[in-house]
């Protein structure tokens, strides 16, 4: 990829990704709540980044989709900020209507590429408030994370398409991957996926190799994109719970009926490396 242009915009900060399955009863609500995008988070403190996103069926990669499952993907100033949010009413809300949910929160380690012509740049240590020593804990590793997003040229969705599905079903069958979701801002030409992984290598051995390393050949080869990102970050923080394979399964303890207060220190909802 090519450097970010001087006249780019280059955010920094603490990453928040809430993940829900909505109830049916609630699934009405949830739309209301893709409706309303980000708008409905405008007046959120420290927030200088959001999206809410729609998924494939059952919350995969595919064409079809899911009238339940949704995403939304933020940006905080500084963690207490981040760890509020998720300690407030719109993700209570969210969590109350959901069979199955999961939020994380994470610092970037490196990005290329923009999302709505912004560059990502890494979290310094400033942001990241208590969970900074922790971030640096080499003897307690934290699962990593990658966040890619596409905006795909409407001329070239169809050739997209062709090469999706193999790498999509490589990354939710890769060793090491705990959690992979698809997401979408607009269908078929907005995509963007979330994975969780256990380690480096797990990351590095899927994207460099098999059908994803030839997709990403093909859309570069061929210009599928106007706009892409591609993000590696670490995860800080963790609560709820995902379908397997997961790493966010029956280990932990059932969402409580309350939300959680905002961590004190960086071993309060820590995930389990």
Known sequence: MTETPPDVITLSGVVVVVLV????EHQAWGWMRMVQGPSALKDTPGLCFAKVMGSGHGGGFGLRPSA???GLIAMFDHADQASAFLAGAHVKAMRERAGDFWSGMLEVLSAR????????GATPATQLGSFARAANDEAAP???????????????????????PAAQAAMQSAQGCTLAM?????????????SLWKDTPSMLAYAHQGAHQ???EAAYRHGYFSESLFVRMRLLAHHGHWPAPSLIGSAEAPEPAEPPPPPATPTEHTAHG
């Open 21 to 24: 399955n909505y109830l049916r």
């Open 113 to 120: 590429g923009q999302w709505d012509a912004q560059a990502w």
């Open 142 to 164: 934290r699962p990593l994370a990658a966040l890619t997003r596409a905006s795909i040229r409407p001329a070239k969705a169809m050739a997209f398409w062709r090469n999706a």
């Open 68 to 70: 339940s499952h949704q």
């Open 214 to 216: 030839a997709a990403i």
């Open 182 to 194: 698809g997401l979408g801002e607009a269908p078929l030409v907005r995509q963007c996926t979330f």
